[in-house]
């Protein structure tokens, strides 16, 4: 396939997904380095490099993801445990109000107020 034609396409490609999504993908710097391959085994060649160098970048920061894995497996472990106990305590705290309060007493209409706005 000439260089000419294959930029033609790339071109026609790039305005209907402009046009179809919003999205200009003209002012994306990959474009210029896709704009400067003259054939479809030249894209395939820097698609592959790109591919390659994303290996090399995710595989040197594994152990830092290995690390962090569980650490973030823990505090939201813990904070669904913390969510809970709270919510326990506030029921806890209303039902205790609501039974040993009477409901003419100060105590009963300020504490059962209190704790029905938090």
């Known amino acids: 396939m000439p260089a000419t034609s294959f930029r033609a396409i790339l071109d026609k490609a790039l305005a209907d ?10 002012k994306h710097p ?4 896709l704009r400067g391959r003259d ?3 030249d894209v395939l060649k820097l698609l592959e490099d790109k591919a390659n160098n994303f290996k090399v970048y995710r595989d040197g920061n ?30 806890m705290r209303w039902i205790f109000l609501s039974t040993f309060c009477r409901p003419t007493s100060r105590c009963h209409s300020n504490q059962l107020r209190q704790s029905l706005s938090v």
Not at 30 to 33: L, T
Not at 77 to 88: D, R
Request: charged content about 25%; cysteine-free.
């Open 30 to 33: 990959f474009v210029d380095e």
């Open 62 to 91: 594994r152990k830092l993801i290995n690390w962090l894995k569980p650490v973030v497996q823990t505090i939201h472990t813990l904070s669904g445990v913390l969510g809970e106990a709270v919510s326990l305590m506030n029921r």
């Open 39 to 41: 054939s479809p085994d």
């Open 17 to 26: 997904y402009r046009d179809q999504i919003g999205v200009e993908l003209d």
